[in-house]
């Protein structure tokens, strides 16, 4: 691995697991910023896309701006409903766990939609993968149960809020699968140009962000209102410091993946994301003190295995007659 790539992947390692430690401070004090937290990293990356990726403007799309409006529908609902489940009784652990959960989403959709056929070795890894999210969900319900109390003035209980939570998730999950389907059809046609797609993913849904003035203008406020911090001799709310930090780190996060990808193999790429990821859970259980029992822990094994297995990280035996059409 040469230079470049190894600092890629520190620079994945700090940047993306930073970028959720950030997250996670951020949901805490406010479990409904996630669109505050969205509209900061669009504006971001949109306004350093438009310096650096088109130049200022000069330099034209080599995709054309109509093929990126269905991509930009998949990516901005994403990452909205993504946020947006924080507000329903999710953990950080189940969240990190369930988002792993991509390849599985992905299977389906690809055998529905595009008619994909795989080997048996990936079915058993996605199989690894479903059972890994089952236990960790039943197990995370089941601490919600437990501690959840029948409000008094008749509304709906905590438990109730946490299955919609659930069900905004594995929307999340199939919408996002469906975003790679769609990516990589426009990719075939046209070539790939991440730059160009990260660009105009984050910047086309913007005025979007007007319909969301006023929710946008109450977590602003309560950030405005967030107990006081130093740093570097400067001194501002809290939440504005972990927003700004979140803002930072998903800049770092999402260009050390770029690199990583030009420079290592599709395999040493996934390697670093799904390490990334586990780390990013340890981080949550430990750091931040999230519940987690053995039955979490037999499902991440689950997850993070079978996602090593369907990526052949971990080389496995191989049947001698694969299925007509393989990922």
């Known amino acids: 691995m040469n230079t470049k790539a190894a600092l890629a992947v520190l620079c994945v390692f700090i940047g993306c697991g930073s970028n959720g430690m950030f997250l996670e401070l951020l949901v805490k004090e406010d479990p409904g910023s996630g669109n505050l937290v969205n509209f900061a990293q669009f504006l971001f990356i949109s306004l350093e896309g438009f310096l650096i990726t088109l130049r200022c403007g000069t330099k034209k799309s080599i995709i054309p701006i109509r093929e990126?409006?269905?991509?930009?529908?998949?990516?901005f609902a994403v990452s909205?409903?993504?946020?947006v489940a924080f507000n329903f009784n999710i953990s950080m652990t189940l969240h990190l766990i369930f988002r792993s959960g991509s390849l599985m989403a992905n299977m389906i959709l690809g055998m529905v939609l595009m008619g994909k056929r795989y080997n048996p070795m990936k079915y058993l890894s996605v199989a690894m993968i479903s059972v890994g999210i089952t236990v960790c969900t039943i197990a995370s319900g089941k601490d919600v149960g437990e501690s959840s109390t029948e409000p008094a003035d008749g509304g709906f209980s905590d438990y109730f809020w946490w299955v919609?939570?659930?069900s905004i998730l594995t929307a999340a999950l199939f919408i996002s699968a469906r975003m790679g389907l769609y990516q990589e059809v426009i990719f075939k046609k046209y070539g790939k140009h991440p730059r160009e797609a990260l660009f105009f993913t984050h910047c086309l849904p913007l005025p979007w962000y007007l319909l969301m003035y006023s929710d946008l203008a109450t977590h602003m406020t309560i950030a405005s209102n967030s107990v006081p911090m130093t740093f570097v001799g400067l001194t501002m709310p809290s939440m504005w410091w972990y927003l700004l930090g979140n803002?930072?780190?998903?800049?770092?996060?999402?260009?050390?993946?770029?690199?990583?990808?030009?420079?290592?193999?599709?395999?040493t790429v996934t390697l670093v994301v799904t390490l990334r990821k586990f780390l990013s859970l340890l981080v949550s259980i430990y750091y931040f003190g999230n519940p987690f029992t053995a039955a979490h822990w037999f499902g991440t094994f689950c997850v993070f295995f079978g996602t090593l297995v369907y990526s052949d990280v971990l080389p496995m035996p191989r049947t001698s007659k694969d299925t007509k059409k393989k990922d």
């Open 68 to 75: 990126y409006v269905m991509l930009v529908i998949f990516f």
């Open 164 to 166: 919609i939570g659930i």
């Open 80 to 83: 909205t409903i993504n946020n």
């Open 247 to 267: 803002v930072l780190t998903q800049y770092v996060c999402i260009n050390s993946v770029f690199v990583l990808t030009t420079e290592c193999a599709s395999l």
